[in-house]
């Protein structure tokens, strides 16, 4: 028997959670593996690795990834950003992330930073179909755990952001999974991430609207760089 038979049956005995568990570890795998040296190419890798793999997994197994719009899904949407833009607010006045945004090269005139933000808004919805969608609202059928499934993964691939929002990422993801769990769909987390990072560009390209060193008062009490 051929190693390739030998994995298709294996593959075969699987079943749809197991399949997108196993999706999910060899996607991101592929994702870290494929170098990016611009917004463009990140946009082509995680189009093709987060949105485009994972929704051709779902569509061949009869699945949904929580591409899906009702009223429960736009009420917690509204309240999902709403919760976060304080959080963006905030951190938009910290020295280091000042420092480290916006990660794309761009400028606040509206004809450069329009199309910046809407290949922004892409790249978040593509983290979200792949964190939101296959690796919580593809698996909903485990239950309520499905939301922590992806933390741990979130995190790691936060390790080069700064301190506080390395920090944030677990909770985030968490909070992220639990309101796209319950609304059955991905389009809280991707409004709020989407939305959020083309509103911390801009703002960081702006005078801040906190004093960074009141901001810094308030947090000192945290134990990493501000």
């Known amino acids: 028997m051929s190693v390739a038979r030998s994995v ?11 399949r997108a568990l196993v999706a999910g570890a060899v996607l991101t795998a592929i994702w870290m593996a494929w170098d990016v040296r611009g917004l463009n190419e990140r946009l082509v890798r995680d ?3 987060y949105i485009l793999a994972p929704l051709a997994l779902a569509v061949r197994h009869g699945r949904h990834l929580g591409y899906r719009v009702d009223r429960t899904a736009v009420r917690n949407t509204v309240l999902l950003s709403l919760f976060v833009l304080p959080f963006y607010v905030v951190g938009s006045s910290l020295p280091t992330i000042r420092a480290y945004y916006p990660m794309w090269e761009t400028s606040p005139a509206l004809a450069q930073f329009l199309p910046h933000a809407v290949m922004q808004f892409v790249i978040a919805l593509a983290a979200e179909t792949y ?15 499905s939301v922590f499934i992806s933390p741990v993964v979130y ?9 506080i929002e390395l920090a944030l990422s677990g909770p985030t993801d968490v909070l992220f999974g639990a309101v796209d769990y319950k ?4 389009l809280p ?3 709020a991430h989407g939305v959020g990072l083309a509103l911390l560009d801009w703002l960081v390209l702006h005078p801040p609207l906190l004093a960074p060193e009141r901001v810094i008062r308030w947090l ?6 501000l």
């Open 189 to 191: 987390s991707v409004v």
């Open 220 to 225: 000192q009490w945290l134990p990493i760089p």
């Open 8 to 18: 298709r049956r294996g593959v075969a005995r699987l079943s749809w959670v197991q």
């Open 183 to 186: 609304s059955n769909s991905i």
């Open 131 to 145: 964190y939101r969608g296959l690796l919580c609202v593809g698996v909903r059928e485990i239950g309520f755990k």
């Open 47 to 49: 189009t093709v690795v």
């Open 155 to 163: 995190a790691f691939h936060h390790l080069y952001k700064p301190p």
